[in-house]
């Protein structure tokens, strides 16, 4: 039986007609993200082959020793976006500040925002375990025709038009939403083209993983401590399994495929957690919802967060409802 899977090409193309005053920006903006996509690809699974390893000796905002593969995935991503003249700004981790696209008046008429985690969980690279691009798309809230601002980046994950990861695994893989559920995407590399594999991505309600790095267990806070231990604990379908790749877009992405939880909690050696608010935790958690998961930052719901400021960190707590119910019971 011939089974066509429909190619992301032909699934933007069916998408955008079902939203009839669709401009195709953000079409456009998807195909931009998908192009680099498979430029970053080609350069991650050569990494061994090429001196791309090891650091630049440079540091980013976050005081990270930054790998070339992080600049190069930066750099692929910013021309992607830039030259297509789609998008009026972007804010990226491996950027202190945002990035006003061309001054010229021409690129300040898109509407569209884009926030990039370009590589994330680099300190893997040179130990060819998956990374994965992350990325989260608004529309500017300052007037169209004049140059973007910080405001534009700094609103509630709950506003996003489209969210979504690249992961750099044993196949890479694009999964976004655009608000009407998740649809995963696999490339073919040997031409280059990215199949619908995994259509409308569900969480599992419940979930036997859970994902979190242990070796920070005695800073965590108690109700962590307690939740770590149910997990534990000999009893119904406990204890679960401990999973953690050390890289948030390979542990999602299992945890939706098989059901599971991961938690960046807050604790004495990060006080506010450590992943970023606004292109690691909101379109993660657009994810989540639009997958019939949740995430929480163990309290309340990530993308009801006002941002503060663009590299701002939150506590994580993301995957099955059921088993972020449980966690959140626990930090009651
Ligand atoms: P730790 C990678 O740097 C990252 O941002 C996430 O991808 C990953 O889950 C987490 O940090 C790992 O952090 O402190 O456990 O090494």
């Given at each position: 039986m011939h089974n066509h899977k429909q190619?992301?090409?032909?699934?933007?193309?069916?998408k955008q007609k079902e939203f009839k005053y669709s401009s195709g920006e953000l079409s456009k903006l998807i195909n931009a993200i998908r192009l680099a996509g498979k430029v970053v690809n080609h350069e991650v699974k050569k990494a061994g082959l090429v001196d791309i390893f090891g650091s630049s000796g440079e540091t980013n905002i976050q005081g990270e020793d930054q790998q070339k593969l992080d600049i190069f995935a930066h750099n692929?991503?910013?021309?992607?976006?830039?030259?297509?003249?789609?998008v009026c700004g972007i804010a990226s981790e491996e950027e202190d500040d945002f990035i006003v696209i061309n001054s010229n008046d021409k690129n300040h008429q898109n509407k569209y925002i884009v926030l990039i985690d370009p590589l994330d969980g680099s300190s893997?690279?040179?130990?060819?375990?998956?990374?994965?691009?992350?990325f989260s798309i608004y529309r500017r809230k300052s007037p169209v025709g004049s140059p973007v601002v910080l405001e534009d980046f700094l609103q509630p994950g709950r506003n996003q038009v489209a969210a979504g990861y690249i992961i750099y695994g044993t196949s890479t893989m694009m999964v976004y939403t655009?608000?009407?559920?998740v649809n995963g995407f696999t490339l073919n590399p040997a031409i280059g083209t990215y199949y619908l594999s995994h259509p409308?991505?569900?969480f599992p309600e419940d979930g036997h993983i859970y994902s979190i790095n242990e070796g920070n267990y005695i800073h965590f806070p108690q109700g962590v401590k307690d939740y770590i231990k149910y997990c534990q604990a000999e009893f119904e379908d406990r204890p679960y399994t401990s999973r953690y790749i050390g890289s948030l877009v390979a542990d999602f992405h299992r945890n939706m495929i098989k059901g599971g939880i991961y938690i960046y909690p807050e604790y004495s050696k990060a006080k506010t957690g450590k992943l970023r608010l606004l292109y690691e935790c909101n379109p993660m958690a657009?994810?989540?919802e639009q997958?019939?998961?949740k995430a929480s930052d163990g309290r309340k719901p990530i993308l009801d967060i006002q941002p503060e400021s663009l590299h701002q960190r939150v506590p994580f707590f993301c995957g099955s409802k059921n088993m972020v119910d449980k966690a959140e019971e626990f930090m009651r």
């Open positions: 190619t992301l090409g032909e699934f933007i193309i069916e692929k991503f910013i021309q992607a976006l830039s030259n297509r003249e789609i893997n690279i040179d130990v060819n375990v998956s990374v994965g691009t992350i655009t608000g009407h559920g409308n991505m569900k657009f994810l989540a997958a019939d998961g």
